[in-house]
């Protein structure tokens, strides 16, 4: 009897696989903005943090995007927190990710008065001790990723308001000099990287982007190697400069390229429809004046949705600065782009694909059984996962292999083991477990993310 009704169970748990999408399926639309974007010539990206590069917000940004920057990842303070103590985990993780889905890379930033580690900043360097912190670190940077960062906004921030230069450790050290060695040492480590100096408050024509656009002529002058300008363009709701377009040509017209490279529109919260639409039509007027000079390359915007935006911890009670809401739904910002790059619906394509988990008992026995959980991706990926479930019949895990599992009461979660976070579009991971269970093993349903 009781072989039986184990055999009985084990044929109905061996077809009873429990499948869970964390994005739905595709269906006919609009094409999404990195192909919108494609057919003007022109590449639309966003900022990333690497952690968050699984589920919606990983399926969105495979799918939309055409290039990522690092938000974080590629600062000295993230790469370098202890001297010669070198993580690249997060950068290393969101290249990978860049190239699983098509897309470019800008790396951001090497030389910055922020975020830089404290034992760079607290130290007391000589010149020729700075001068060579920097080249060594710019040299390993760049040369680790050569061949795989599109871009770099190899100097940021170096002005004032006003255009003279921002005083701190790499002016007060080192002069004005070091954005030229820096874009220097920066081609020599990659000579195929486009090398850009990047700033704020230079979308319009005035004082700093004068002075920016002045240091541009004055290095293409002397020859240093400067590919290219990035406005990052963290704007106020409805302060687009009226000489957006024009500055972006006169650059243009040095011989360089052009990117918005931090686009963002704030507004004080809590926002209302009024204001949505106004941001829609700024982020429409950002893009079409990029659209307009051929040498700007693209528009990259500050992070996607609200929920990872800078804006609300920087400028307390602003925010609702990008174009898709705390839930991944899109804004009428995302319209606004979408139209700037000749598309023409309200609404986004969703995600095209999807990674979905498996739950199935390979074996049984009187008081045990042994199962797995196949994590595949199709048109989506993963860099790192955790799956979990609910037991109806009292099972208890005792074991797991290639993943970290653990039961609190009836709720188990298993996590990646360290070697097998990443699941590529169109692969799979499988983890298994032993089990325990008494009376009857229904089948749990698997949440996955
Ligand atoms: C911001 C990040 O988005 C935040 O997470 C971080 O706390 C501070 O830096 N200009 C830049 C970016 O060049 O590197 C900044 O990014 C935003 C302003």
């Not at 991944?328 to 023409?344: I, M, V």
Request: a negative charge.
């Amino acid at each position: 009897m009781r072989s039986l009704r184990t055999g009985l169970s084990l044929a109905a748990l061996l077809t009873g696989a429990a499948l869970v999408f964390t994005a739905p399926a595709a269906h006919a639309a609009d094409p999404p903005l990195r192909d919108l974007a494609a057919a003007r010539g022109k590449v639309v990206g966003t900022a990333v943090t690497g952690s968050k590069l699984t589920g919606t917000y990983g399926a969105i940004a495979g799918a939309q995007f055409g290039s990522l920057t690092p938000d974080n990842a590629m600062k000295w303070g993230s790469v370098e927190p202890t001297r010669g103590g070198f993580d690249w985990a997060e950068a290393d993780q969101i290249v990978a990710f860049a190239q699983a889905h098509g897309q470019q890379v800008r790396g951001h930033t090497l030389v910055w008065h922020s975020q830089n580690p404290s034992w760079l900043t607290n130290g007391s360097w000589t010149p020729a001790q700075l001068s060579g912190l920097l080249q060594n670190h710019i040299s390993t940077e760049v040369g680790r990723y050569k061949g795989e960062i599109a871009a770099w906004d190899v100097v940021n921030e170096p002005f004032n308001e006003d255009g003279t230069y921002r005083t701190g450790l790499w002016y007060d050290g080192l002069g004005s000099g070091y954005i030229a060695s820096a874009l220097t040492w920066a081609h020599a480590a990659d000579p195929n990287a486009k090398l850009y100096i990047n700033d704020y408050n230079v979308e319009g024509v005035d004082a700093k982007s004068t002075a920016l656009y002045n240091l541009v002529k004055s290095l293409k002058q002397q020859g240093v190697p400067i590919d290219g300008v990035g406005l990052q363009a963290h704007l106020i709701l409805g302060q687009v400069p009226s000489t957006l377009q024009q500055n972006i040509q006169r650059f243009a017209d040095l011989g360089v390229d052009v990117a918005i490279t931090e686009l963002d529109v704030r507004m004080a919260l809590p926002a209302d429809s009024g204001e949505l639409a106004q941001q829609a039509a700024d982020f429409k007027s950002v893009v079409a004046a990029c659209v307009a000079v051929a040498r700007c390359a693209g528009v990259t915007v500050w992070g996607f949705a609200d929920s990872d935006s800078w804006v609300p911890d920087t400028f307390p009670g602003y925010g609702a600065a990008t174009p898709y809401d705390e839930n991944y739904a899109p804004k009428p910002a995302y319209r606004g782009l979408a139209e700037a790059l000749g598309g023409s619906t309200t609404t986004p394509p969703p995600p095209t694909g999807a990674c979905t988990a498996a739950y199935s008992v390979s074996g049984q026995w009187d008081s045990g059984f042994t199962g797995q959980v196949k994590i595949s991706c199709s048109g989506a990926s993963l860099a790192s996962w955790k799956v979990s479930w609910t037991y109806g019949a009292g099972q208890r895990v005792t074991q797991a292999w290639n993943a970290t599992c653990t039961q609190s009461g009836a709720a188990v979660s298993c996590a990646n083991a360290s070697y097998n976070g990443a699941v590529p579009d169109g692969g799979s991971v499988t983890f298994g477990f032993n089990a325990s269970w008494n009376g009857s093993n229904p089948v749990p349903t698997v949440t996955l993310g």
